[in-house]
Nanobody
Framework: EVQLVESGGGLVQAGGSLRLSCTAS????????IGWFREAPGKEREGIAC????????YSADSLKGRFTISKDNAKSTVYLQMNSLKPEDTAIYYC???????????????????WGNGTLVTAAS
């Protein structure tokens, strides 16, 4: 059974940093692509970044480059989202999502994938 478990969310002051983790199980980590999305109150779910686990290719939303960085640790079957200079508008539930990569080195951070975690809440207070 595919499972994705997010962790690392919490309350942070504006300007602060958080690192979210997405720990995967139930599949061969190298064979999958994993992405991060967020959903703020009253807004549509927004794609942040994705990473192809077999070669580390990653793609991110232009609006968040420079503040948010996706990375992975294959040995721990975990994908991270480092978030710096957080703003109140970054407040949202953050989800990770996954799908098989089928050998591709491309992923599209805008589209959700086959499997989703339950999310972790990030609150950036002003």
């Amino acid at each position: 059974e595919v499972q994705l478990v997010e962790s690392g969310g919490g309350l942070v002051q504006a300007g602060g940093s958080l690192r979210l983790s997405c720990t995967a199980s139930g599949f061969t980590f190298d064979d999958y692509t994993i992405g991060w999305f967020r959903e703020a109150p009253g807004k549509e779910r927004e794609g942040i970044a994705c990473i192809v686990n077999h070669d580390g290719s990653s793609y991110s939303a232009d609006s968040l480059k420079g503040r948010f960085t996706i990375s992975k640790d294959n040995a721990k079957s975990t994908v991270y989202l480092q978030m710096n200079s957080l703003k109140p508008e970054d407040t949202a539930i953050y989800y990770c999502t996954a799908e098989p990569s089928y050998g591709s080195s491309y992923c599209n951070h805008r589209y959700g994938m086959d499997y989703w975690g339950n999310g972790t809440l990030v609150t950036a207070a002003s």
